[in-house]
């Protein structure tokens, strides 16, 4: 029996099992008539079990054929666009990272974004020269600098609806969707000056363009040199594309190469070559400076995969494939989305070994990579896997309430509801008040409301970069010091650079991306040398204006 309300099982393949099929169509998608004349022939239509159970699965057929419906399924993909849309007008301030990569596009012609970028930044060129090219038409603003992950962000949500349709079970498609809508990070990373939600399309895309390959039997030239081409651009794009990919070669070329026609033969070389030529194009002009830059190693250096074969190596890879869930994906709690994942594996893996390996192999090439110490195996570098969590997951979930709903309906409905509530609690609570990060904006216009003349700037080490940008946009003409940063001194360091300001007038001093204690510290010190007289803070950042020309005299403000 064949799953026909599934097209990707209607057309087929060598690794379709429609015994598998035949065990999901009792339970799953959109085959609700079939339960229904099940459950009335196992209990009889003039028994109150048969009457209350035909009344279970016909509440259960109309509730799934809402939440199946075209017009439900867009409604999400509507609401992802307008959180990402809401999040992206908020206009927050740029913060540390963001500020990093900004001031590399604005102070770098095209031509000197293809050298090793200032800051310790690492991004992709095909990424920095499109946020330039945004920045040359739009002006320097936030919302033209962010303007590129924006849309980067709206054409995955587009694409993930027809990955999700072409990859897991229909029933699964409604959740699958709005956890991609609605989970923070992805919301989030759309609107940040950085490549992560490049990240994301880049696997979507290739993933959709991959698909059909995995079920034909001979390739069109034509198809497979958009693939080709499609591919190697993506690689300039997103640094995580290679990992897709890799397993897109693995998983479908590979075995189409050895066993497909002459086509097929002569197709998989040329797509492997123009992927392999880009690739070395881009590592020769940027990727190579990345890969040797000793400050993202250390940085990142708990991220890779420690080098020899001990507990300690079995903990970290238990700790970190646990922590996927928690960051970048954002699942809470994250053990339910990991027994959902499990059960979706294993299901995906009965289903269609060859869609089960597209969706599973980028997560183990970026590991590969991470124990070669190429790429860190976590964080907001992983968010690229999050679509194909979010894909088994549901595909999970929607088995377990499958087979739970006839006798134990709560289990389904605590399943789905905590894999749903807290990002949707979280998606409402952003609709409302989208998140920001170091709101310095509000905090230098409060400087610049009540400064006077000959007032001066002391700027604590990381709010140099926030400064630098927002004093261009607002034509800052205060005199400026710039103090150390406490990621790479010492508090008696940091001591002897406030030092430099007994005795001073009237100066303002700033902090932003505080770490630490360390502003505790230094106000406790500014305190003993100076008088507080005023104090603004945001989130994030803080401004405090002391007068040096006299002792402590009280304070304002904590």
């Known amino acids: 029996m064949r799953c026909s309300a599934h097209p990707a099982c209607a057309r087929g393949s060598a690794q379709h099992d429609p015994r598998v099929d035949a065990w999901l169509n009792s339970l799953l998608g959109q085959r609700y008539r079939y339960e229904v004349s099940e459950t009335v022939a196992r209990t009889g239509r003039g028994s109150l079990e048969g009457m209350e159970q035909r009344l279970n699965i016909g509440l259960m057929a109309r509730a799934g054929t809402l939440l199946s419906s075209r017009g439900f399924i867009l409604a999400l993909v509507a609401a992802g666009i307008a959180l990402r849309l809401l999040q992206y007008l908020a206009n927050r301030s740029l913060w540390l990272d963001e500020l990093r990569l900004t001031l590399n596009i604005l102070e770098r012609s095209y031509a000197g974004l293809t050298s090793p970028l200032d800051y310790n930044q690492g991004a992709p060129i095909g990424f920095l020269l499109?946020?330039?090219a945004s920045t040359e038409l739009f002006g320097r603003s936030e919302y033209a600098l962010r303007?590129?992950?924006?849309?980067?962000?709206?054409?995955?949500?587009?694409?993930?609806?027809?990955?999700?349709?072409?990859?897991i079970v229909p029933s699964a498609v409604p959740l699958a969707v709005a956890l991609f809508a609605i989970l923070p990070p992805l919301v989030y990373y759309s609107s940040e000056v950085k490549q992560y939600s490049g990240d994301v399309m880049a696997t979507l895309l290739l993933l959709g363009m991959a698909r059909p390959f995995a079920a034909a039997r001979a390739y069109a030239i034509p198809r497979a040199l958009l693939l080709a081409l499609v591919g190697a651009v993506t690689l300039w794009i997103s640094h995580a594309a290679v990992f897709t990919l890799a397993g897109i070669g693995v998983v479908i070329l590979l075995p189409s190469f050895v066993r497909g026609d002459r086509r097929s033969r002569l197709a998989v070389p040329l797509v492997a070559g123009i992927w392999m030529l880009s690739l070395t194009a881009f590592y020769q002009v940027s990727l190579r400076h990345i890969a040797s830059n000793q400050m993202l190693l250390q940085y990142w250096n708990q991220d890779f995969v420690p080098p020899s074969l001990s507990v300690s190596t079995a903990k970290w890879l238990v700790t970190h494939v646990a922590d996927l869930f928690a960051d970048p994906a954002h699942f809470r709690p994250p053990g339910v989305a990991m027994f959902a994942f499990a059960v979706g594996c294993a299901v995906a893996f009965l289903r269609n070994r060859s869609r089960f390996w597209l969706m599973i192999s980028p997560l183990a090439f970026a590991f590969l990579a991470a124990a070669l110490q190429k790429y860190p195996f976590g964080g907001r570098l992983l968010l690229f896997a999050v679509p194909l969590l979010i894909l088994l997951v549901a595909e999970g979930a929607?088995?377990?309430?499958?087979?739970t709903w006839d006798r134990a309906p709560a289990i389904a409905v605590i399943l789905v509801g905590l894999l749903v509530f807290y990002p949707a609690?979280?998606?409402?609570?952003?609709?409302?008040?989208?998140?920001?990060?170091?709101?310095?904006?509000?905090?230098?216009?409060y400087v610049m409301a009540h400064r006077r003349d000959g007032d001066e700037l002391y700027l604590y080490g990381p709010a140099r970069f926030a400064f630098q940008y927002y004093a261009v946009m607002g034509g800052w003409k205060l005199p400026v010091m710039v103090g150390v940063d406490m990621q790479a001194t010492?508090?008696?360091t940091l001591g002897d650079d406030l030092e430099r300001l007994r005795g001073r007038g009237r100066m303002w001093v700033i902090f932003s991306h505080i770490r630490g204690d360390e502003d505790k510290f230094s106000l406790f010190y500014l305190d003993r040398i100076g008088h507080r007289t005023d104090a603004f803070s945001a989130q994030g950042a803080a401004a405090y204006l002391y007068d040096f020309r006299e002792g402590p005299q009280g304070t304002v403000g904590r």
């Open 130 to 132: 499109l946020v330039k």
């Open 147 to 167: 303007l590129v992950p924006f849309i980067f962000g709206i054409v995955s949500v587009l694409l993930f609806y027809r990955v999700a349709r072409d990859f």
């Open 398 to 403: 929607a088995i377990v309430a499958g087979i």
């Open 425 to 445: 609690t979280e998606a409402l609570e952003s609709a409302v008040a989208p998140k920001g990060r170091e709101e310095i904006k509000p905090v230098l216009a």
């Open 490 to 492: 010492e508090y008696s």
